[in-house]
């Protein structure tokens, strides 16, 4: 009898830092919940107006980036947590959007990557 194991502790992200408006982000992990948001997003983004496709997209960065991460109890309790206001306050547009495109890289190049695939298929 042979016995296999996977160890998914290992597969991790290379690290991704975005500095905005001097505000350092760790964009290494998105979580599964985002994934499926984006994932919806993406889904009717098609549908939406210009505007409200980027509002959405907004909101999704703002909580992927959320509040700094610390091990520090004081520093998350006393920092502001970003939010689409702050993002959209604190940048100009071209800063914005390249913005969302870094944060959103790992799941939008993964599904081009995967669309790619099947059509070779």
């Known amino acids: ?18 500095k905005l408006a001097g505000k350092e982000f760790d964009v290494s992990k998105i979580s599964t919940k985002m994934a499926l948001k984006q994932a919806e997003y993406r889904d ?3 549908l939406m107006g210009e505007k409200k ?3 959405e997209a907004v909101k999704i960065v703002a909580e992927i980036c959320g509040k700094p991460k610390s091990k520090n109890f004081f520093y998350r309790l006393f920092t502001k947590k970003i939010d689409e206001k702050w993002l959209i306050s604190n940048t100009n ?19 081009e990557e995967n669309t790619k695939d099947i059509k070779k298929k």
């Open 53 to 55: 496709a980027l509002i």
């Open 93 to 111: 547009f071209k800063q914005l959007v390249d913005f969302i495109d870094f944060v959103l890289e790992p799941l939008t190049g993964k599904l």
């Open 1 to 18: 009898m042979s016995e296999t194991i996977k160890d998914f502790d290992l597969l991790i992200p290379d690290k991704r830092i975005a």
């Open 44 to 46: 009717r983004a098609l």
